[in-house]
């Protein structure tokens, strides 16, 4: 509701603000697939499983992007009837059941639950981390623009590969096996020599490559925190 409404309601940014706020919400909310992800999956698996999910959420943008683009020409306000799919979403949600819980390993078994001040350090990394992604999300248009190399719907487009690089975050435990304990600073490596190279070089093909290589880093970053979360959480935690 919050993610379509303010097609309906665009004469008052009042009301929009309050939508959006209402989807951040619910988009806040939907945190609690990791918690049963994790939960279903054995722990030599999290990494994996992890990136398969990343991948199968985000792949939707391969088809949504080239339509966001054609809406945004039409008008601003044309933009949010791409959220039409999260009513179909919400109608498969009901018929999903919780899959089972995969049995712990014996060290995390022994823990006991309880809040730890740890647990803190994962919200507060990824509301971080994830701030670094709204300029190229939603503010890719605007660089198009004021650098003369494209319109909206270009913009669109590119953000294709945006979509792609998070799918690529299915590879991460591969990644993950390669790089070991250095794979949190290669992802935000990569998110990094992204942005340099949208400074520095502003033409659609670099910027193709950017988009990829954040999407992946930013992404990739984002799925190996969620496992250090889920394996920082004790099973009394776990709904």
Do not use: D
């Not at 988009?27 to 992800?37: F, W």
């Not at 350090?121 to 248009?141: D, E, H, R, T």
């Not at 650098?147 to 690089?165: E, K, P």
């Not at 990829?212 to 889920?230: D, P, R």
Request: aromatic share 12%; net charge positive; glycine share 10%.
């Amino acid at each position: 509701m919050g993610s379509l409404a303010p097609f309906f309601f665009s004469e008052s940014w009042t009301l929009i603000l309050c939508f959006r706020g209402l989807m951040g919400i619910g988009v806040g909310l939907t945190a609690c697939r990791t918690p049963l992800l994790l939960s279903s999956v054995p722990p030599e698996q999290k990494t994996k499983y992890m990136g398969y999910a990343q991948a199968c959420t985000l792949a939707v943008g391969l088809v949504s992007g080239p339509i966001v683009g054609v809406l945004s020409s039409i008008s601003w306000r044309h933009v949010f009837l791409i959220n039409i799919y999260t009513a179909v979403i919400l109608v498969f949600m009901f018929f999903i059941k919780e899959p089972p819980k995969a049995p712990q390993s014996a060290e995390t078994a022994k823990t006991g639950g309880g809040f730890t001040p740890i647990m803190l350090k994962f919200p507060v990394v990824q509301l971080m981390a994830s701030a670094l992604s709204f300029p190229i999300i939603v503010g890719l248009s605007t660089y198009f623009a004021g650098h003369g190399i494209g319109n909206a719907t270009m913009a669109g487009t590119v953000l294709i590969f945006y979509s792609l690089g998070c799918t690529a975050v299915s590879t991460i435990s591969k990644v993950k096996n390669f790089f070991k304990r250095f794979t949190m600073p290669f992802c935000y490596g990569l998110c990094l020599l992204a942005n340099l190279l949208l400074l520095l070089f502003p033409m659609v093909p670099v910027t193709i490559v950017a988009v990829f290589l954040f999407a992946f880093g930013h992404m990739g970053a984002f799925s190996l925190m969620q496992v250090y979360a889920g394996s920082a959480v004790k099973p009394e935690q776990v709904p």
